[in-house]
Nanobody, 124 residues
Framework: QVQLVESGGGLVQAGGSLRLSCAAS????????MGWFRQAPGKEREFVAG????????YYADSVKGRFTIDRDNAKNTVYLQMNSLKPEDTAVYYC?????????????????WGQGTQVTVSS
């Protein structure tokens, strides 16, 4: 069983920055692929960013490429999402997720464990 706990959400003005953290339980965190997803009201959950095992392989949704950065610290069992140049359309609940197979797909169905989510609100 893996528990994921997100933190770092909040209210920020457009153009501002936030850094989300996701702390994971378990001793095999380094073998998981990790992803960040988000869900706005009335919309489906969508992929934001992913990182595989050592952190050398990262990938992003087109909508956040160049503005968001995902990274992981395997010694701390934590994955981060640095969000810069935030826009009102980035407003959503952000979730981190773990794929124990280490693949890290962009589809939510490919992940085994989810955090409870953290709200990010960007005002215009």
């Amino acid at each position: 069983q893996v528990q994921l706990v997100e933190s770092g959400g909040g209210l920020v003005q457009a153009g501002g920055s936030l850094r989300l953290s996701c702390a994971a339980s378990g001793r095999t965190f380094s073998s998981y692929a990790m992803g960040w997803f988000r869900q706005a009201p009335g919309k489906e959950r969508e992929f934001v960013a992913g990182v595989r095992l050592s952190g050398s392989s990262t990938y992003y949704a087109d909508s956040v490429k160049g503005r968001f950065t995902i990274d992981r610290d395997n010694a701390k069992n934590t994955v981060y999402l640095q969000m810069n140049s935030l826009k009102p359309e980035d407003t959503a609940v952000y979730y981190c997720a773990a794929d124990v197979l280490g693949v890290g797909p962009t589809s939510a169905q490919g992940y085994d464990y989810w955090g409870q989510g953290t709200q990010v609100t960007v005002s215009s």
